[in-house]
């Protein structure tokens, strides 16, 4: 059996370094038992085809040992950076993520419908009308040296998303008034940094949906400006926002500073800083966490920061995706409920296979 994989040397690069980190190796193997892995020469004056040749013999020694141990194939990291999940069943776990119309974050949406699927879970979309939301028209701009800064997305997460946007779900989301949070096992909030989100952070229609999730105990996030939603949203029986008692992280007001004064990137949203509002909402400042490193995240190096308080996570902005679609992840898999649809659903989908 043959195949063949399309990556740049430095994603190699990465996976190999992620694999020497990780020590992912079986029980009882030495490490001596990896193969080599090519290295790059420094000053070579031969031409590239013939070093792409030479490196070829090592560097399928290197990968046919990878595919052949379980304890690497099986992580996340592998299966997302081979393309390998998508040989993997579905279970009954569905995920909903809410849309603003337009502007919302590429990276946050992106990352976290990569790895829900590369683990077989299914992925729906809702936005306000039903219509298929817009992402951020800057994310798609090529880097230059006018708009490369801190909030533009990496290689990585742009490709992703010209995978998402032939998902039929993401073409045909699910109207807000339609959500029926029974039917699913999670919900994440996803926000951007413009002011085109601002009526989906204050939209009480989503926020009565959330409520009605939040009362299933089942795993709900929330991203950067989406706490907003979670603070905003009462509880109808304790009369007090829905994570007043939870601790929680939200977008940073060290990142929004910084935005603020970023010729190219976007102005706040409101007057007060995300940070402000979401700790002035909480019981107290004790249930506020955050971290100030703002390092983003990748694929082999979770480094980014979440906040977990039972069947809720929050994450502070796009750099912890990574980090946070990772732990969302696990909560789904963790959780007992699984969407059962019902006779009439099931008997149509074997009559149209």
């Given at each position: ?99 603003p119309e337009r502007d919302f974050d590429l990276t946050q949406v992106a990352v976290l ?39 533009y997305p990496a290689f990585e997460p742009r490709r992703y998303f010209m995978e998402l ?155 912890d995706a990574y980090t946070f679609s990772t732990a969302f992840t696990k909560m789904i ?21």
């Open positions: 059996m043959s195949w063949i994989i399309e990556k740049r040397y430095k994603e190699l690069l990465a996976l190999h370094n992620w694999v020497l980190k990780q020590q992912l190796l079986l029980v009882g193997e030495p490490t001596t038992a990896l193969p080599p892995f090519p290295e790059a020469p420094i000053f070579d004056s031969r031409d590239i085809k013939e070093i792409a040749v030479e490196r070829k013999k090592p560097l399928e020694n290197y990968l046919n040992y990878l595919f052949s141990v379980p304890s690497i194939v099986n992580q996340n990291q592998f299966k997302i950076f081979f393309e390998t999940y998508r040989t993997q069943t579905m279970t009954n776990k569905k995920v909903l993520i809410p849309l419908w990569k790895i829900l699927k590369a683990n077989g879970i299914k992925v729906e979309f809702a936005s306000e009308l039903g219509a298929t939301s817009i992402v951020n028209p800057d994310h798609l701009k090529k880097p230059d040296l006018l708009n490369v800064s801190m909030f946007e032939k998902d039929p779900s993401f073409n045909s989301p699910v109207p807000f008034s339609e959500i029926n949070a029974n039917e699913y096992t999670g919900m994440v909030l996803i926000a951007g940094n413009t002011a085109n989100v601002k009526h989906y952070l204050e939209c009480k229609l989503l926020q009565s949906k959330v409520q009605d999730f939040w009362a299933l105990k089942r795993p709900l996030g929330a991203i950067g400006q989406a706490v907003l939603i979670m603070v905003r949203t009462v509880d109808i029986n304790a009369k007090h926002p829905l994570i007043h008692y939870k601790r929680t992280t939200c977008y940073p007001k060290l990142i929004e500073f910084v935005g603020k004064l970023n010729p190219f990137g976007s102005s706040s949203i409101y007057i007060e800083t995300v940070e402000d509002e979401v700790i002035r909402q909480l019981s107290g400042p004790q249930f506020f966490n955050t971290s100030r490193d703002v390092f983003w995240d990748s694929l082999f190096d979770l480094n980014g920061f979440t906040c977990q308080d039972d069947w809720y996570l929050s994450a502070r902005w796009e750099g898999l963790d959780c007992a409920f699984e969407y059962q649809p019902p006779p009439e659903e099931t008997n149509s989908k074997e009559s149209n296979e």
